[in-house]
Each structure stands twice: as structure tokens, then as C-alpha cells.
């Protein structure tokens, strides 16, 4: 190879990488403009649909239970026998039910104090997450703390950080339903053992799995909802409040609405005042 196809091949390369294809997840390539190998019988047989996440919501009111999900998988029935947060963590570690961990480095699970009044979840692990094993510790995870500090929350005294993914998807893509579906039991579980205060849903996809609401977030967020899992339903646990804002990877692509995540903030303190 002479160095100008050798140049040109590392430009193809840097290219893939800005456009977020940085991930190897094959040994061979694969070619996604040749015709599908499929046996032409199979060609129009109808497709089998989605696992449902979770029912959506009647929209209207702020303050309303949002609908008990569906458990999907092996997941659930793991989840629902396990006692301790330190179960739940090796639990996660250990399952397999989620494509998404045969590409990431590490499992993300949580960072912070686990008693902690409030609890956080975001979308999924971005790279330097993935590298460390942290959640939120990458460009949006110091906004995060900013975020935080300025109503007296810290993930070293009294906040809890995790998300609705435990690994990166490759590319930073967005996870499918079926990989959010296969995390979800998992998410219920962590939560109903942290039993926070107060859920702080970061961004659409952690507000619209959890509610099982489907606006986007500029509708959701600033609102209070209650949060209640299957588990707590059929046990007839109280809802948690949960509010929803703008994700902070957002906020540094559009800093402008950084004034509505601050009145979302002092929402949030207000709540945790009244306790
Ligand atoms: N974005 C998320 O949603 N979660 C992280 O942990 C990091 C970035």
C-alpha cells in the first residue's frame, strides 16, 4: 500500500470515528447494502412486534401514578428476588441478557450515596463512563454536578447518580427498546431499594421509560409525577415523587435552556425542603 492509500484509508477512518462508529463489534466487516439472506418464503411472513416497556400514561394533570410496567425477560425474575443493593450490583454485573455488554468495556451501575434523599437516572454510559465504570463523569457528568451544587446535592454527600442502561451502546447510539426492555427489571429493583425522596429523570429516554409517558421532554419537564414499579404496586408501597429535566449532554449543545433546568432545581430543593 503506498502512503497516499494509506492516507486516504486512515481520513475513511477518522471519519467513522466523528461520526461515532469508534467501536469494533465484529471481526469481520459486514456489508449493510447487500440484499438481506433471507429464504424468500420468510420474505413477507409478518414480523413478530416489540416487547412492550411499559403501557403509556393518560397525559393531562402533573401528580398522577403512572402505569405498572411490564417485566420483560429472565431480568425480572432475577430482580425480583434480590434483597440488597450489593446483590442487585453483582446481579447486573453477572447477567448477560443485554447484548449491549458484549461491546462495552465495563458495567455502569451507580455513583454515589446510596441513603442519599434523592436519586438520578440518566440514558446510558457514554465513553469515558464506559472506561471508568462511573456513570456521569464525562462533559455532561460536570455539568451534572453543577447542576447539583447549586441547590447543596453532591454525589459525595447526599446524591444518588445511576441510569436506565448499565452499558454503553457502541457508537453512543441510542439503546433499542429491546435493550432498554432487558435492563428495566433491574432499574425497578434499584430503585425501590435506594427508596429515594425524590427521582430526578435526566433527559426523554430515562423520563418517557420510567413514566411510561410519551411526550417529549420539553413537555414533561418542570412536572411532578409519581413513580410506583410493579413491585412497589403489588406491595402497595407509596409512589416516589419524580421530575423530569433536560439531560445535561443537551444543555451544553444549548445552553439557553439551562434557565428552565434551574427552575426544575429549585423545584427539586423545595420538595426535599418540605420533608
Ligand atoms: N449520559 C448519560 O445519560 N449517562 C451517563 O452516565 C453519561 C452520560
Redesign the pocket.
Known sequence: MDMADRTQLLRALEWQVAAGADEAIGDTARDRYAPPDVPARLMDAPQPSAPVVAAPAATGSPAQSAPAPVPVGEAASIAASIESLEDLYAAIEAFDGCPLKTTAKNT?IADGVAGAPVMLL?????A??DRQGK????R??QLLDLMLGSIGLSRQENAY?S?IMFWRPPGNRNPSTEEIASCRPFVDRHIELIKPKVLVF??AP?AQTLLGRSEGITKMRGRWFNFRSAGMEELDVPPIPAIATF???YLLRTPVQKRFVWQDMLAIRERLNQD
Open positions: 455502569v440518566g440514558e446510558a454510559p457514554g469515558e463512563e456513570p456521569f463523569i464525562g455532561s457528568g447518580i441510569n435526566l433527559g430515562a439531560h445535561p449532554a
